[in-house]
């Protein structure tokens, strides 16, 4: 009944599947490419169930956009009470995902549900790539250009509309606002440009993805705390002391790798640690390549925030706050 509701269009990538009650499904894929594979899941973050499975179905397919990919297939993963609570909930959710998947270009192929009296969704995404042309963490050189596609801050925000905080309305709204926005337009980027360095900015804050950047790549990274894009809402909420457990655990975790300059605004260094559902990328460009960078992303509407360079590794701190 559920899916029955679902109004999932043909696709001559599926070859067998679904329609035919299957057990799996069989796909046509592009010779030359090699093969993103994925899977992210979690809790409601929003109340919307259509939102919710907007914002996690975006989540999950930012791990291919930050590897220069695109999706090409996505699987639903969906745990429900299903004897509890009313089957229309399931419905927006499942609706939510699958607008999402197919804004992404990609096909939804099945997926797997299970019963669960705590509301989990997600998706098993399979993507393309180029295999000569594939960004990394590992991928960073001296020199390269940070560049940020989101603010941060949706960490705050969610803990907010969990609280029932004030306004919630509206800090729901700016949270599907930018949690619910697709990495495609910095997928192109990385493609068109060859960028070899990239990642997504979720669960480990901003400065928890650019130390296992800066780990990877051997180099140190210098971040202008202040040139960091952060929802205004989110800074008021942070400055009152309304931060997630997770974020006081990034920054905890990434203490003896970090540096702080003094007078550094503290609730703006906070939410550089700031625990992201579906942030932004970060791009690492060299310095040639910065000015094209920036005109492809705001020419699609995007953000482009420089917020920090790569430098050379060896001792002393691999991030610095400055």
């Known amino acids: 009944m559920v899916l029955a509701g679902l109004q999932v269009p043909p696709d001559s990538r599926i070859l067998a599947g679904t329609s035919g009650n299957e057990d799996a499904v069989i796909l046509t894929f592009p010779p030359g490419k090699a093969l993103v594979q994925t899977v992210d899941f979690f809790t409601p973050i929003v109340d919307d169930p259509w939102r919710f499975g907007q914002i996690a179905a975006a989540n999950a397919l930012s791990d291919v956009y930050a590897m220069g990919g695109e999706p090409w297939s996505a699987m639903n993963i969906v745990c429900f009470p299903a004897k509890e609570m009313d089957l229309a909930v399931l419905q927006a959710m499942l609706q939510g995902g699958l607008d999402k998947v197919l804004e992404a270009g990609a096909v939804l192929a099945g997926g797997h549900s299970v019963e669960d ?3 989990k969704y997600g998706l098993a995404v399979s993507g393309v790539v180029e295999p000569g042309r594939i960004a990394r963490n590992a991928g ?27 306004d919630k309305d509206h800090l729901e709204d700016l949270l599907f606002r930018w949690a619910g926005r697709l990495n495609a337009a910095g997928g192109e980027v990385i493609r068109a440009l060859g960028l070899a360095a990239a990642t997504d900015v979720t669960g480990f804050g901003l400065g928890g993805h650019l130390l296992e950047m800066a780990r990877a790549s051997g180099v140190s990274i210098t971040v202008s705390v202040q040139d960091v894009p952060c929802i205004a809402e989110a800074l008021d909420l942070a400055g009152m002391g309304l931060l997630p457990e997770g974020s006081h655990a990034n920054r905890r975790f990434c203490a003896s790798a970090v540096s702080v300059a003094e007078g550094l605004d503290p609730v703006r260094t906070d939410l550089v640690f700031d625990a992201q559902t579906s942030g932004g990328l970060v791009l690492g460009v060299p310095g040639p390549l910065l000015g094209q960078a920036v005109r492809m992303l705001e020419d699609r509407g995007e953000l482009a925030a420089v917020i920090g360079e790569a430098g050379e590794g060896g001792a002393g701190p691999l991030l610095r706050l400055e």
């Open 140 to 166: 960073l050189k001296p020199g390269d250009v940070l560049l940020l596609t989101k603010p941060l801050g949706t960490g705050v925000l969610a803990t907010a509309v969990k609280a029932d905080w004030e």
């Open 117 to 119: 009296r705590e509301i």
